[in-house]
């Protein structure tokens, strides 16, 4: 009697710890963390820094290089002067970069600012002592420009892109404000090439730093002062533009 008790004993113990074991094999094991989606739309806002690298030819229906002033115009002692080229101060404005993410990786961006003005100065004019100032004119500009980007995302909160695309320079007004009158700066398209990186400080909004090079050039024209005598040039500016910020992706 006593060995059969052992006998079921044993095996009820072995039918408890199978059938325990079963039980933890059954518990349900807690899913995975689902990564957080990749971002629709990125937005910058921040602090733009225009840096003109100028540089002008003649273009013919006057002279630039050579201004044909007759002796005497400006006074006893003033003779044909000359200008050595162009110069503009770097302009300061605020940008707005919106973008749409094609794939994770992938985006289309548009990239515009607050329109500045910019002060055109002649350097090595002959004439400045005469005219009372180098000022040719100025121009209230904004770049519009289209972007195809790539974006890494491999870096965690460092995410750093790269851009090409196409700028049209849109002419808000010209400002006779020089000494070339009835100033007239043409609108044309360009090309721009472009670098920076955003850090994230949480899934939503972070910081960006973002440089562009731009390859542009136009043309201007206008009168020397009331004379009659017309000016036209082909300008090159090719500016270096700065950006700082903030960033909102979502």
């Given amino acids: 009697m006593t060995g059969s008790i052992r006998v079921w004993a044993t095996a009820l113990l072995a039918a408890l710890t199978i ?7 059954l ?5 995975e963390p689902i990564p957080p989606a990749s971002p629709i739309f990125f937005v910058h806002v921040g602090a733009l820094g225009v840096f003109k690298e100028t540089n002008a030819e003649n273009t013919g229906g006057g ?11 400006l006074g006893p002692t003033s003779a044909q002067g000359a200008i050595a080229n162009i ?17 994770p990786n992938w985006a289309i961006a548009l990239s515009a600012g607050v329109p500045p003005i910019a002060h055109l100065k002649a350097t090595g004019l002959t004439l400045t002592p005469q ?12 770049p519009a420009m289209l972007l195809l980007q790539y974006h890494f995302t491999n870096f965690g909160a460092f995410q750093p892109y790269l851009g090409v695309g196409a700028v049209y320079v849109l002419n808000f007004g010209n400002i006779s404000d020089g000494i070339l009158t009835n100033l007239a700066v043409d609108q044309n398209f360009g090309f721009v090439m472009q670098a920076g990186a955003d850090w994230m400080l949480t899934p939503n909004w972070g910081v960006f730093v ?8 136009t043309d201007a024209s206008g009168d020397l ?20 910020g903030i960033t909102f992706k979502y």
């Fill in 27 to 31: 518990t349900p094991t807690p899913p």
């Fill in 210 to 217: 973002d440089g562009k090079k731009i390859i542009y050039s």
């Fill in 131 to 142: 005219l009372g100032t180098n000022e040719l004119g100025s121009v209230r500009y904004g």
């Fill in 225 to 244: 002062l009331n004379l009659g005598i017309p000016i036209r040039t082909h300008v090159a500016l090719d500016p270096w533009v700065g950006g700082v």
């Fill in 87 to 103: 110069a503009t101060r770097p302009d300061y404005t605020l940008g707005l970069e919106a973008g749409y993410f094609v794939t």
């Fill in 19 to 25: 059938t325990r074991a079963n039980a933890a094999d």
């Fill in 63 to 73: 002279f630039f290089n050579f201004l044909p002033v007759p002796a005497g115009a």
